[in-house]
Nanobody, 125 residues
Framework: QVQLAESGGGLVQAGGSLRLSCAASGRTFSSYTMAWFRQAPGKEREFVATISASGGRTSYADSVKGRFTISRDNAKYTVYLQMNSLKAEDTAVYYC??????????????????WGQGTQVSVST
């Protein structure tokens, strides 16, 4: 069992940056693939990024490549999403998620067993 809690969301101007954090409870965190998804009002949950258990392998949605970076600090039981060059279309609730495989770079929300409560990111223009 892994419990996840996102933080770091807020209001930022287009072109700005935010870093989201997802704090995990449970010693199995260090062996889990982690991911970020986002969901805008009235739209389906959208894949953002994944990272392997060790942090050595990552994958990204085309829409965020070159702008977002996923990372993790297993000693702190935390996964991060650094978001740069933010655009209005990045506005969404951002969720972290966990999969028990050491690396399972799935873009499908159904592949993830555990979810946080989400944190709101709003990008103004």
């Amino acid at each position: 069992q892994v419990q996840l809690a996102e933080s770091g969301g807020g209001l930022v101007q287009a072109g700005g940056s935010l870093r989201l954090s997802c704090a995990a409870s449970g010693r199995t965190f260090s062996s889990y693939t982690m991911a970020w998804f986002r969901q805008a009002p009235g739209k389906e949950r959208e894949f953002v990024a994944t990272i392997s258990a060790s942090g050595g392998r990552t994958s990204y949605a085309d829409s965020v490549k070159g702008r977002f970076t996923i990372s993790r600090d297993n000693a702190k039981y935390t996964v991060y999403l650094q978001m740069n060059s933010l655009k209005a279309e990045d506005t969404a609730v951002y969720y972290c998620a966990a999969n028990p495989n050491r690396y399972y770079p799935s873009s499908s929300a159904t592949s993830y067993n555990y979810w946080g409560q989400g944190t709101q990111v709003s990008v103004s223009t």
